[in-house]
């Protein structure tokens, strides 16, 4: 579908975006750029001074609001916080009938179902260069049409998953290139790394044909440009630092994935109890 008539088939919806972070903000900016009307665009953070400031100067200042308010008018919203921040997130708030699309690493279906309580669905997409770079590409869980409208819209190529681990195995993939930018790994390592995956998660054929092709692209980058690819894509706790991490210790890019998948579940562990404390402080 043309970039236009998808504008027009949300246009009277409004999308909301909270978190405008490293990926908030690569989100947005192609939105606005493909032709979604900025009173129709809502942007929350937590208040960084930083990022109110980054916001204005990406031309988004008259899209900023609270997320509380963002949470009663949005009927799509995109959360784009670390998972750390969901359970601070006022999520009562929500418009009912609205769908709440995830990209929190890890987090899954059953745990954002409790927090949300409506229509809750997972999205993982690449790094922000690749989006803002016209290489992104994101896969969902459960496939929802009006989610893939917006992701189409984005700019972003959107490959199935068709069971929830599937889209937590993409998650650890999409930090494979911004990875081998930065560390010397044996290429044999890796395909053998990412051919173990190829057999449980059919999605890493798509991913691996989209790692090979944007890879060349990125090899030219200067050192700089190669350790920001890395930050970007790095939320600070989360996956691509946890196999960093790995890598740098000497463990096998197996192994550096294994950690990757292992740091959603420990992610998840630490929310599902912070989730119970807190609702038994509630009673
Ligand atoms: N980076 C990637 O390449 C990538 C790719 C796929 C998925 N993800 C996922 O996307 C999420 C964000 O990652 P990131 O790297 O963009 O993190 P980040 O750069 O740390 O950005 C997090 C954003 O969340 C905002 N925030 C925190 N608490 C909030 C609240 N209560 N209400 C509204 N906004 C709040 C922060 O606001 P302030 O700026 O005001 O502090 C910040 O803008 C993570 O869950 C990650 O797993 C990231």
Redo the contacts with the bound molecule.
């Keep these: 579908m043309a970039i236009n008539s998808l504008a027009g088939s949300f246009s009277e919806s409004i999308i909301g975006i909270?978190?405008?972070?490293?990926?908030?903000h690569s989100l947005a900016v192609p939105l606005i750029k493909n032709g979604l009307r900025k009173d129709r665009l809502l942007i929350?953070?937590?208040?960084?001074e930083d990022?109110r400031r980054r916001a204005v100067e990406l031309g988004l200042g008259s899209c900023l609001t609270d997320?509380a308010s963002l949470m009663a008018s949005a009927d799509i919203m995109i959360i784009?916080?670390?998972?750390q921040?969901v359970l601070?997130?006022p999520s009562s708030a929500l418009k009912p009938g609205s769908l709440v699309i995830s990209?929190?690493?890890g987090l899954p279906l059953d745990l954002l179902k409790t927090i949300f309580r409506g229509d809750v669905m997972r999205m993982?997409?690449?790094?922000?260069d690749t989006i803002l770079g016209g290489r992104g590409i994101a896969t969902t869980f459960p496939a929802d049409p009006r989610a893939e409208a917006v992701l189409h819209m984005m700019g972003l190529r959107v490959f199935d998953s068709s069971f929830e681990e599937e889209l937590d195995s993409f998650t650890v993939g999409?930090c494979i290139p911004a990875i081998l930018l930065n560390i010397c790994a044996d290429e044999r390592d890796v395909r053998d790394a990412v051919g173990g995956m190829m057999e449980r998660y059919p999605v890493y054929k798509k991913l691996w044909g989209w790692i090979r092709e944007i890879s060349p692209a990125c090899s030219g980058l200067g050192s700089d440009d190669r350790r920001a690819s890395l930050e970007?894509?790095?939320?600070?706790g989360?996956i691509t630092q946890a196999m960093m991490d790995a890598l740098l210790e000497g463990d096998s890019f197996s192994l550096a994935i294994q950690r990757g998948m292992h740091r959603g579940r420990e992610i998840t562990d630490t929310i599902r109890k912070d989730l119970a404390v807190a609702s038994k402080r509630a009673v």
């Design positions: 909270v978190g405008l972070g490293h990926l908030g929350s953070h937590k208040g960084s990022t997320t784009a916080t670390r998972p921040d601070s997130l990209c929190m690493a993982m997409c690449s790094g922000p999409i970007n894509v790095s939320t600070k989360g």
